[in-house]
């Protein structure tokens, strides 16, 4: 065990860590190479960051792998990281499986390619019965997509008479959207020096401890997550309370 992996308390790990991936694109230009080899050598990030939150056991690990506005960048990288896609999940489906860890996917899917979708679907089907880490993909994703479908369904509930509109509050708004499965993130990683949301799960932030890193993705390993679990426990969070409430009765 590394010396920072040991100083991690693991009464107190983030129940679900949420991370923006970002920074393969630089990563690659600072290495005279195409952007795609930054994309490519993410996948090594992925890999070591889902095992490292399986080994500790954090429950939930949300990934931001492609936003609704990454479809406006150009073609040649859009069906590069499909492809990517593809090939990686082909090829981990049995180390998830190994490893007990369910795949779950979030965002706007149908617009993926239908070979994308069909692998995904597999993957979703295959590592279904797990029961340890849940790796949530962010595809396709962004938050005010997720509202305006919430809002969506949530008008045709009303319309057809399942739903009173005095009856919607906080709880039954989190069930309508992508995440109603999975706990709010506590942690919230942004690689890469930017210190911005980007469209990335606005509603289930509200509480999360943010932590930027100038460190690009493709370069983002264990010891950089255990970094940031450290400096997660440091903080004291307040959920709007005081400094003393929160000391007399931990949350
Ligand atoms: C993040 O890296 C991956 C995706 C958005 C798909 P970027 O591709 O955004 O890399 P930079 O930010 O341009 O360096
Ligand atoms: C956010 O990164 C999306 C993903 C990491 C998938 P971007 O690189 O697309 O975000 P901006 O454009 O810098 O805000
Ligand atoms: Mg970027």
Redo the contacts with the bound molecule.
């Keep these: 065990m590394s010396s920072l992996e040991a100083k991690i308390d693991r009464q107190k790990l983030p129940r679900h860590i949420a991370i923006i991936?970002?920074?393969?694109?630089?990563?690659a230009q600072e290495k005279g190479q195409d952007?795609l080899y930054?994309?490519f050598h993410?996948v090594e990030s992925v890999r070591d960051i889902v095992e490292g939150c399986a080994e500790l056991g954090v429950g939930y690990l949300t990934l931001y792998?492609?936003?609704t506005e990454?479809w406006d960048r150009p073609a040649n990288e859009v069906n590069g990281?499909m492809e990517l896609l593809v090939d990686t999940i082909r090829k981990e489906v049995e180390t998830l499986n190994r490893n007990n860890i369910r795949l779950d996917v979030i965002g706007d899917t149908a617009m993926l390619p239908e070979y994308a979708q069909q692998e995904l679907r597999e993957a979703l089907d295959m590592t279904a019965a797990n029961t340890g880490l849940r790796l949530v993909m962010a595809l396709s994703y962004s938050s005010r997509w997720e509202m305006v479908e919430a809002v969506k369904k949530i008008a045709v509930d009303v319309q057809q008479g399942l739903l009173q509109p005095a009856d919607i509050d906080q709880a039954v708004l989190s069930k309508y959207l992508c995440t109603s499965e999975f706990p709010d993130p506590e942690l919230m990683i942004r690689t890469?020096g930017e210190y911005r949301i980007s469209n990335f799960l606005l509603y289930q932030l509200a509480y999360a401890e943010l932590y930027f890193t100038n460190v690009r993705?493709p370069d983002f390993r264990k010891e950089n997550l255990y970094e940031a679990i450290l400096d997660y426990q440091q903080r004291e969070r307040r959920f709007g309370k005081t400094s003393a409430q929160v000391q007399e009765a931990p949350l």
């Design positions: 991936m970002d920074g393969n694109g630089r990563w952007r930054g994309h993410g792998a492609f936003s990454n990281l890469s993705w």
